[in-house]
């Protein structure tokens, strides 16, 4: 078993990143957007803005109350798509209920679309044409880059299907030539299907969820998952203790796809500032 060290893996990628950005006239500008009180967004907003800081991104913040009205949240993105200074715009989702977070992303412009969330981005990516991608499954397929894992013929599993993780990751490993099955809450059979899997990546939202009897021996375990577990220490959706020793290559939580999600946010604004 290998532990894929998302840590060191983020840290290379940033001090490359770095020396770009370094050697540019202008330096890119992020616009990262919260509304509300989320703790954890609120985390990862911080998070966001000390890794900007570190390599020399602009950041500009912007928080607005959890009672904001969409018009409101809408002329802030629109003002932000016309600011020149500004190379890419970042909502932190989930916006509070009752909000239209699609809406709102579609008065993101699709170059200063950072987290590769739009129609167009999207639609880039299923046509094997990517532009900007989303930040946790590009991050991962950088993972697999580094660490020299293929993925041509592979069976890859990947479980949950949202539009930021469980989709774009399925179409990212469908067009580097594995054999893809997308797994859902409605899927019969997971545990079967998990164990044929060369490459099973977890993107449920539950705390070790995936335990030992579901893994093919010498299997990827890519952990997306970012959960609390009994005792509110964070965890993955993966039984890491229990299931590392089955593997060839295993992230760990925390430690892994977290720390690559935000490089390749960064990753994604140098991008966007090299597109005059
Ligand atoms: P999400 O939108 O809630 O999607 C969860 C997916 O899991 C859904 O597709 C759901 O199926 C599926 N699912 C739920 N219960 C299941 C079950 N019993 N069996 C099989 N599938 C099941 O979550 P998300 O935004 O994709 O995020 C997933 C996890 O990754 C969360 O823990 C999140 O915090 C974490 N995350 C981490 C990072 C990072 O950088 N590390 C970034 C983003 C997200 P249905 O579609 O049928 O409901």
Redesign the pocket.
Known sequence: MKLIDGKACAAAMRAELKEKIDKLDRKPGLAVVIVGEDA?SKIYVRNKIKACNELGIRSYSYELPADCTQSALEELLDALAADKQIDGILLQ?PLPKGMDAESAISHIPVDKDVDGFSTYNLGRLLQRKEKIVA??PF?IMKMFEREGISLSGKHAVV????????KPMAMLLLNANATVTI?????QN?ANICKTADILV?????AK?ITADMVKEGAVVID????RDENGKLC??VDFENVKEHTSYITP?PG???P???TMLMYNTYVAACKE
């Open positions: 954890a989702l930040c946790t991050g479980i949950g299907r949202s539009e930021t993780v469980g797994c859902h809450s409605k899927t997971l977890a993107a449920v939202g539950k969820f997306v998952g970012m959960n993955g959706d939580v892994g796809v977290g690559m999600t935000i």
